[in-house]
């Protein structure tokens, strides 16, 4: 019966996102939750994995700060109808991303941060990423290459590439930066090494990532995440 009460509550949150309209008035296409206050509330950025959409993340937000502001963002390049990603994987072997891919897209997404930021008044540094997997990949893309662009980053499931983790030194830029490390035990398409990699590489350049690993988990989000993740949004907005 317990399961049959939650396909429904799934089916039925799954439906009022569906009846969500897609709106194209900024870079990207995305889907909003905005409330009578939205202006100047802290506003959360989706960013979705590989061969996925805008509606994938978009339920966290039931469980997240109800005040906040939210946008999930479509990525920029079609897999097929439906399918989307932010970059073409590069090579065999490690998770590496196309160049050309990473830049189109993060001046995408600058381009999209920037007038969301001016459409719901909202001061940078209460503007999150929050992504998963690839999502996760370009959060961390945007905030250490451009951390004049937002308060701060969740990154799910992801990694930072090689091209960046070579080129990433100390800046006093990125040191208001507040990020957000969650990853799966057991995820075997980016194994829990790269995000503890991730927080290695981020200490060394004296920032402080607040890093939760999940065991049992693979590629996915589980609740304890999003609870997590809900928690450090509020500390960063009592």
Known sequence: ????????????????????????????????????????????????????????????????????????????????????????KKGEGAYDGETDDLKNSSQLLLDFISGAAKKYHTEPERVYLVGFSQGAIMSYEVALRHPEAVGGIAALGGRILPVLKSELKPDEKRQSLAIFIGHGEEDKRLPISDGTEARSLLQS????????????????????????????LQRLNP
């Open 205 to 232: 350049v004296s920032l402080e990532p607040e890093f939760h690993a999940y065991p049992g988990l693979g590629h996915s989000i589980s609740a304890a995440e999003i609870e997590d993740l809900s928690a450090w």
């Open 1 to 88: 019966m317990l399961k049959f009460l939650a396909l429904l509550t799934l089916l039925a949150s799954a439906a009022v996102h569906a009846q969500t309209p897609l709106q194209s008035d900024l870079a990207l296409k995305y889907l909003e939750q905005t409330t009578a206050e939205s202006q100047n509330q802290p506003l959360v950025i989706f960013l979705h994995g590989y061969g996925s959409n805008e509606q994938d993340l978009f339920g966290i937000k039931d469980d997240l700060p109800a005040q906040y502001t939210y946008l999930s963002v479509r990525a920029p390049m079609v897999i097929e109808e439906g399918s989307y990603q932010w970059f073409r």
